[in-house]
C-alpha cells in the first residue's frame, strides 16, 4: 500500500504533539472559492516514526521511499509475513 504524508514537525525535532498535547499532524481545512465556503474538515499528516509504530502494533511495516526536505514523504506499507 503506498502512502502519501508529511512530517509537520520542525527539523531535527522528535516530539510529534503540540504544546497543548494534541498530535502536530492533525488539521482542519475549510476550502473557499467564489464566495462559497464549505465545511471545515479534517486530515491527518502522519510523520514517518508514528506510522512505522503504528503499522509495526499492526502487522505492517513501512519503507520510506522517498522523502523532500520540506517533510513530504512516499512510504511502503507492507504486511508482515506470520
Not at 502519501?4 to 499532524?25: E, F
Not at 471545515?40 to 502494533?57: G, N
Amino acid at each position: 500500500m503506498l502512502v502519501d504524508s508529511t512530517d509537520l514537525r520542525k527539523r531535527g525535532a522528535t516530539d510529534p504533539t503540540r504544546g497543548d498535547g494534541r498530535y502536530m499532524g492533525e488539521i482542519e481545512y475549510q476550502l473557499e472559492y467564489l464566495g462559497h465556503r464549505g465545511s471545515p474538515f479534517p486530515q491527518l499528516f502522519v510523520d514517518p516514526d508514528t506510522l512505522r509504530e503504528c503499522a509495526h502494533a499492526n502487522g505492517w511495516d513501512l519503507t520510506v521511499a522517498y522523502q523532500e526536505d520540506s517533510g513530504s514523504y512516499l512510504g511502503v506499507l507492507t504486511r508482515v509475513a506470520l
